[in-house]
């Protein structure tokens, strides 16, 4: 971690506390990167930044102007000398837990994937952040967030994403420091990036229509939002897998809108795809692979007037089904779809990712450690 070299900026703990406004993160897809974007502003006066809406994560980060390794953004980085309300988190805030510098300001070290798909190091900071409202106007909350000065993510050449808005379960979340009548939340995915939709928090949280069907799963709040997931199926039928294919120690699965794809670990993604394999044999569709395609290779070439039998592909969870739809399962093209999931080659654990997630609102109620889904 390199020390900061201007002066030691002087830290008070000042105390924010929620008006009758409620905060209302707006989200947005990106393009033409696969990720879901939260807009809000940082620092006095509020700059405008987009962050990954990411429910795997605790912290929430934004680039810093001065950072050593950077990734592009199209708007640039967090400049906090600008911010008037900006102050650096003291190594004795119980939040930091003692991991600091050698001028006693707080630091971090977050990575992704395992720790091998990137990660980002920095400070602990403090600063406002200004967001819709439920009553149409702005909210301000004062927040502690990072600013990465040591990045290693790769989001592309025209990239709007400054850093990660965590709202995963951890000391450092945005949703930690929320009063815990806030600690309920609702977010409901856009298939496309001309719609937009709204993070709503406490009372705000979506209202599931009547006659749509609503279903409740359990949750557990440790380093993820892990679900009890008992198997999988196709077309109603359970692919063969080991007991503990998502309950040991080291192939938990967990709900993530900051990953694109669902992601399987390998012995898992391999069973599944052997058995759609089959099911599409009998339509006689001709396979596409690619040396470096996201989607691991099982696409196929097809014409849409004349094959429409794409099959149901059904995550079974303690108390609830969830079945993908078409769109969330499959990426489809003109005349080629691939299957929307990815093995986790060098990783351990299962991912729900975004791309499931979409035309589906859920509601995670952190105090009940429930989770609730229906389609849109």
Not at 196 to 223: A, E, L, M, Y
Not at 334 to 354: H, P, R, V, Y
Request: proline residues 5%.
């Amino acid at each position: 971690m390199v020390d900061i070299t201007i002066s030691r900026a002087r830290w008070t703990e000042s105390r924010s506390k929620l008006k009758k406004d409620t905060i209302r993160p707006l989200i947005t897809l990106s393009e033409p990167n696969p990720y879901y974007m939260v807009s809000l502003r940082i620092g006095t006066p509020g700059i405008q930044f987009y962050l990954m809406f990411d429910t795997g994560s605790h912290l929430t980060w934004v680039q810093a102007h001065d950072c050593i390794r950077c990734f592009y953004i199209e708007n640039g980085s967090f400049n906090s000398e600008q911010s008037t309300s900006f102050t650096y988190l003291d190594c004795e805030h119980p939040l930091c837990q003692k991991m600091c510098n050698i001028d006693h300001f707080c630091v971090y070290e977050q990575y992704y994937g395992d720790n091998v798909h990137g990660g980002t190091r920095g400070f602990i900071v403090k600063d406002d952040m200004t967001f819709d409202s439920d009553t149409l106007g702005e909210e301000k909350l004062k927040m502690i967030f990072g600013i990465g000065l040591d990045n290693v993510i790769h989001l592309g050449e025209y990239n709007q994403i400054a850093g990660i808005f965590g709202l995963g379960p951890g000391r450092f979340s945005f949703l930690s420091q929320l009063p815990p009548s806030l600690r309920r939340f609702s977010y409901c995915l856009p298939r496309y990036s001309s719609i937009t939709s709204w993070i709503k928090f406490g009372n705000s949280v979506d209202v599931p229509p009547n006659d749509i069907k609503v279903q409740t799963i359990p949750i557990i709040n440790g380093q993820w939002y892990l679900l009890n997931c008992i198997g999988i199926s196709v077309n109603g039928n359970y692919i063969r897998l080991s007991k503990d294919a998502f309950t040991s120690l080291t192939t938990k699965f967990f709900i993530d809108t900051g990953a694109p794809l669902t992601t399987l670990v390998p012995d898992v993604y391999i069973r599944l795809t052997n058995v759609l394999k089959d099911y599409f044999k009998q339509f006689k569709l001709m396979r596409k692979t690619y040396n470096n395609s996201p989607y691991q290779n099982l696409c196929y070439f097809f014409q849409p007037d004349d094959f429409d039998s794409f099959p149901d592909i059904t995550f079974h969870f303690q108390g609830a089904n969830y079945t993908l739809q078409t769109q969330g399962a499959f990426n489809i093209e003109e005349d080629l779809f691939c299957l929307g999931i990815q093995s986790g080659k060098g990783l351990t654990l299962n991912m729900f990712g975004a791309k499931s997630q979409a035309n589906h609102c859920f509601i995670h109620d952190i105090n009940k450690q429930e989770l609730t889904f229906y389609p849109i």
